[in-house]
C-alpha cells in the first residue's frame, strides 16, 4: 500500500502540566475523509493546530507523503499544502472576500503593490464554482451570512490547491442548507483526491461524510474506527466512556478490559 | 442574513445620488462639519475666519498634529493606543536641537547655519524617532505588556527624556535651513505652488483613468462616466481653490522688501508676492498620500487592518503580528520625529513643554476621523480632517473670544459627539465593526 498522505506519530502536546495530546497517532489517505471525534477538551483541535503549524509540538513526528516534515508555523503547513478550516471562521471581518481568500499570499502587481483588481477577479471566478450566489464582493466578510463566510473559507482552501484540508466543526455556524452545501462539496474535493480531516461533535455527520474515525478521550486516542462497520452508539460509547467495539483499532486510552 | 434571492440580485443599481458617485459618505459628512465649522466662525468674527490669513495659519497649525495622527490611525486601527506621541516629540525636538545648536557647529566645528546642519538634525531625529517607536513596538509586541501601559510610560520618560537633555533649557534660534520647515518661513511662493497643483491635479485625473481602466480590463462593474467627470472635477476644483487661498495670502510688503534687499535687488514698485503652501503643509500632503498607498496598496497596510479586524485570523494566516507591532509603532516614532521638525522649527526654537497634550489631540483627531478604537477601521484622510476640525475649532473660539477654560470644554464635547454620531452612523449602515 501507499505511504499515507499525512501520518501524524505520537504526537505529544502540554499545556502548564495537562497533556492536551499524549502520545496520539493518526493517518489519512488520499481522498478520504478521516473524522477526528471527541468531547470538548479532548484535545482534537489541539492536534490539529499542530498539523496546521498554529501551535508548536512538544513531541511526535509529522510525516507528509512518507517523508518527515517540518511544520513549525502556518507558513510551513501552507507549503505542504495543508490548508485549515476554522470553527470560529478565521476570516478578519473588516476586509472584503478578496482580501481575506489572499490573506497572508496577496498577489501583487508588478509595481510590487498589492493588485487588489486581480485578486477580486480570481476571488470571483473560484466563488462562482463554490457558491454562485455569491456577489458580495466589496463588503466587508462581517457583513455575510454564515454560509457565505464559510465559501470564502473553503474557497482559500481549494484556490492554493490544498491537498491536506483540516476542518474544524465546518458546519458549526451554519443553517439546514448551508451545512448542506458544506456537505457537498467535502464529496467534490475527496473525489479530486484530497484528503480531509473533519473535527465534529455530529455523529450523524461523522457516520455520513466520513470513511474512518478517530476518537480521543482526555489527550488520548481511544481507537480508530472505519465508521460502515460500527453503529453511532457504539462511536458515543467510544466519546464517552472510552470503550472500543471490537471491531475497532484500539489507542492507548482505550478502557482496559479488568 | 440568508442567501435571499435578492441579495443575490447583481449588480445593484445605484439607490441615489451618492452611491452612484461611490463615495465615502463618513467623509462627506466630516468635510460637512468642517464647512459648517467655518461658516459659523466666519460669521461670528465678521468675516476674519475666512480669510486667507487665517486659513494659512489654520494648515501650519494643524500639520504637526495631523502628521502623527496618520501614524495614529495604524496604531489604534492594530488595536493600540500610543500615549507616549507629544513626548517622544519632545525628545526628537530635544536631540535636533542640540545637533544644530551644539553638535555640528562645536563638535564637528562646521559654524552656525552650515548647509549640512538641516540634513544632519533631520536624520538624528528621525533615527531616534524610528528607534524609540521600535523599542516601544518592541516592549508591546515581544513582551506582550499592553500598549497603554509601555506608552504610559513612554509618556512620562520621553518627556523626561527631553528635559534631562537639554536641562530644561530653550534652545534656539535653530538653524536657518531647519527653520523652512516651520511654516511662515519656508513656503513655495505662487509659481511653484501653482506647479504643485498642477502636478496634483494631473495625478489625480491619471489615478481615476488608471483605476477605471483596471476595472474595464477585468469586467467589473464602472460608476457612470458623469460620475467620474464629476469627482474629477471636484478634486481638480479643491486643489486648485486650496492653493488659490494659500497664494492670495500676501506677503507684507516689509517683509518683502528685506528677501529682495537680501537677495540684493530692489523691491519693483507695485510687486506682491503670495505665500503660497507652506513646506510644512507639502510635507503633510506627502505624508498622507504615503501612508494612504501603505495602508491600501502594501501588504504591510492590510496586514495592519487584517490584524486589527482578527488578530488570530491574521496569526493563522501566516502573518508574524508581533515584528507587525513593530512595525506600525516604528512608523509612528517615524512620524513623531517629522512632527518634531515643523513644531520645533515653526516655533523657532526647542521649549521644553514643546508638544505637551498632543498626544491626546492626536489620539482625538484620528477617532474624530472614524478611527474605531476597537481596531481594524480607520482612514488616514478621516485623521486629517479629524486633525483640521479640532485646530479649526479651537482658534475659531480664539478669534471670537472664548475664554481658554471654555474652548477645551466644547473641543472634548465635540469629541464624545463625534464618537456618538459615528456610532449612530454604523448602525444605520450596517457597519457591524
Avoid at chain 1, 5 to 29: C, N, P, Q, T
Avoid at chain 2, 229 to 258: C, D, K, M, S
Wanted: hydrophobic share 50%; net charge neutral; with cysteine.
Amino acid at each position: 500500500m501507499t505511504a499515507p498522505l499525512v501520518e501524524m506519530r505520537d504526537m505529544v502536546k502540554s499545556f502548564g502540566g495537562i497533556k492536551a495530546v499524549d502520545h496520539v497517532s493518526i493517518d489519512l489517505y488520499p481522498g478520504e475523509v478521516v473524522g477526528v471525534l471527541g468531547h470538548n477538551g479532548a484535545g482534537k483541535s489541539v492536534l490539529m493546530k499542530m498539523l496546521s503549524g498554529a501551535l508548536p509540538r512538544d513531541g511526535g513526528e509529522i510525516y507528509i507523503n512518507g517523508e518527515k516534515a517540518e511544520i513549525d508555523n502556518p507558513r510551513d503547513a501552507r507549503n505542504y499544502k495543508i490548508e485549515t478550516i476554522y470553527q470560529y471562521l478565521a476570516l478578519a471581518d473588516n476586509l472584503d472576500a478578496a482580501s481575506n481568500l489572499f490573506l497572508g499570499r496577496e498577489l501583487i502587481s508588478q509595481t510590487g503593490f498589492v493588485d487588489d483588481a486581480l485578486m477580486e477577479a480570481e476571488t470571483r471566478k473560484i466563488l462562482a464554482r463554490l457558491n454562485p450566489n455569491f456577489r458580495r464582493f466589496h463588503t466587508p466578510v462581517s457583513g455575510l451570512s454564515g454560509g457565505q463566510r464559510q465559501s470564502v473559507a473553503i474557497a482559500r482552501a481549494v484556490y492554493f490547491n490544498a491537498k491536506i484540508l483540516i476542518m474544524d466543526e465546518p458546519t458549526a455556524a451554519l443553517g439546514v442548507q448551508e451545512t448542506q452545501m458544506v456537505a457537498e462539496l467535502i464529496e467534490q474535493l475527496k473525489s479530486e483526491g484530497i484528503g480531509i480531516l473533519l473535527i465534529d461533535h455530529d455523529i450523524h455527520q461523522v457516520k455520513m461524510l466520513c470513511d474512518r474515525a478517530n476518537v480521543m478521550k482526555n489527550g488520548q486516542l481511544v481507537g480508530t474506527v472505519k465508521v460502515d462497520e460500527v453503529s453511532e452508539d457504539d462511536m458515543l460509547g467510544m466519546i464517552i466512556a472510552g470503550k472500543c467495539p471490537p471491531n475497532a483499532i484500539p489507542g492507548p486510552g482505550a478502557l482496559q478490559n479488568a | 442574513m440568508t442567501d435571499t434571492p435578492t441579495a443575490a440580485s447583481a449588480p445593484p443599481k445605484p439607490r441615489n445620488f451618492f452611491s452612484a458617485l461611490e463615495v465615502d459618505t463618513r467623509l462627506l459628512g466630516m468635510i460637512g462639519a468642517f464647512v459648517v465649522i467655518c461658516l459659523v466662525f466666519n460669521f461670528l468674527t465678521d468675516g476674519r475666519f475666512m480669510t486667507p490669513r487665517n486659513l494659512f495659519n489654520l494648515t501650519i497649525q494643524t500639520a504637526s498634529v495631523a502628521i502623527m495622527a496618520t501614524g495614529m490611525v495604524f496604531v489604534i486601527v492594530t488595536r493600540n493606543i500610543d500615549l507616549s506621541v507629544g513626548s517622544l516629540l519632545a525628545t526628537c525636538s530635544a536631540m535636533m536641537a542640540m545637533t544644530q545648536t551644539w553638535f555640528v557647529p562645536d563638535w564637528l566645528g562646521l559654524g552656525l547655519n552650515n548647509p549640512a546642519t538641516m540634513p544632519i538634525a533631520v536624520v538624528v531625529g528621525i533615527l531616534t524617532g524610528l528607534l524609540i517607536g521600535a523599542f516601544q513596538g518592541w516592549l508591546i509586541g515581544y513582551l506582550a505588556i499592553p500598549a497603554f501601559i509601555v506608552t504610559l510610560g513612554g509618556f512620562l520618560i520621553w518627556r523626561n527624556v527631553a528635559w534631562h537633555l537639554t536641562k530644561g533649557q530653550t534652545i534656539g534660534p535653530l538653524d536657518e535651513n531647519f527653520q523652512l520647515f516651520g511654516g511662515i518661513n519656508g513656503t513655495l511662493g505662487e509659481t511653484w505652488s501653482w506647479v504643485f497643483a498642477a502636478l496634483a491635479v494631473a495625478g489625480s485625473f491619471y489615478a481615476l483613468i488608471q483605476s477605471r481602466r483596471t476595472k474595464i480590463a477585468h469586467e467589473f462593474p464602472v460608476k457612470p462616466v458623469w460620475a467620474e467627470a464629476l469627482i474629477g472635477a471636484i478634486i481638480a476644483a479643491t486643489i486648485i481653490g486650496f492653493v488659490a487661498i494659500l497664494n492670495a495670502y500676501e506677503i507684507p510688503a516689509a517683509r518683502l522688501q528685506r528677501i529682495y534687499e537680501a537677495r540684493g535687488e530692489v523691491l519693483p514698485e507695485g510687486v506682491v508676492e503670495g505665500y503660497g503652501i507652506p513646506i510644512s503643509v507639502l510635507l503633510l500632503i506627502l505624508i498622507v498620500i504615503v501612508m494612504t498607498i501603505v495602508a491600501r496598496r502594501t501588504r504591510l497596510g492590510r496586514y495592519i487592518f487584517a490584524t486589527g479586524g482578527n488578530p488570530e485570523a491574521a496569526a493563522l494566516a501566516g502573518i508574524n503580528t508581533r515584528l507587525l507591532t513593530v512595525k506600525v509603532f516604528a512608523i509612528m516614532g517615524m512620524l513623531c520625529a517629522i512632527a518634531a521638525i515643523v513644531a520645533s522649527s515653526r516655533q523657532t526654537f526647542h521649549s521644553n513643554d514643546i508638544g505637551t497634550l498632543d498626544e491626546l489631540r492626536v489620539i482625538a483627531a484620528a477617532v474624530i476621523g472614524g478611527t474605531a478604537l476597537a481596531g481594524g477601521m480607520g482612514t488616514i484622510y478621516g485623521a486629517v480632517l479629524g486633525a483640521l476640525i479640532m485646530q479649526s475649532l479651537q482658534s475659531g473660539m480664539a478669534m471670537v473670544g472664548v475664554d481658554a477654560p471654555y474652548q477645551n470644554m466644547v473641543v472634548g464635547s465635540v469629541l464624545v459627539l463625534a464618537v456618538f454620531l459615528d456610532i449612530l452612523y454604523r448602525r444605520r449602515t450596517g457597519d457591524r465593526t
